[in-house]
């Protein structure tokens, strides 16, 4: 449960995939006890769901994230052993989330790069085109 806690601390968030460890709810419960205590959201994610859909839950891994300004994130699974093929569906979702983010961020960073390009001339209601650092380097 150390180990738990102090991952937890550290990020910014906690995505729980499947049933924690296959261990008893008392554990679950403990865990959730634990991100309650340092006030971290968290997204719990069924086992069928990421079996099923590894891509589905990327989107919901995805948008968790940019909800909550993540910037680490701490992801909890259950073991391989336990739920077979977990790790490699785990594994797409997580690399699928990081695209989408990616992606997300790159779309935000362009709005706000454009929004810097135009501005409205408060005098008239003429807009004038300003020079954007963005624009000068192509």
């Keep these: ?12 968030a906690t995505v729980l995939i499947g049933r924690i460890l296959n261990r008893t709810d008392s554990t679950e419960k403990d865990l959730l006890s634990i991100i309650n205590r340092y006030n971290r959201p968290y997204l719990i994610i069924p086992k069928e769901d990421i079996l099923i859909n590894p891509e589905n839950a990327a989107s919901q891994i995805a948008q968790f994230a940019v909800r909550h300004n993540v910037k680490s994130l701490n992801i909890i699974g259950e073991r391989e052993s336990h739920a077979p093929g977990i790790q490699a569906a785990t594994q797409k979702a997580i690399e699928k989330a990081l695209e989408l983010n990616t992606q997300s961020q ?8 454009c929004e810097g390009v135009r ?17 000068k380097r192509l």
């Design 1 to 12: 449960k150390n180990a738990y806690a102090a991952n937890i601390r550290h990020t910014d």
């Design 119 to 135: 501005e409205r001339d408060e005098n008239s209601n003429s807009e004038k085109t300003l020079e954007h650092r963005y624009f």
């Design 106 to 113: 790159k779309d935000i960073n362009k709005e706000r790069e």
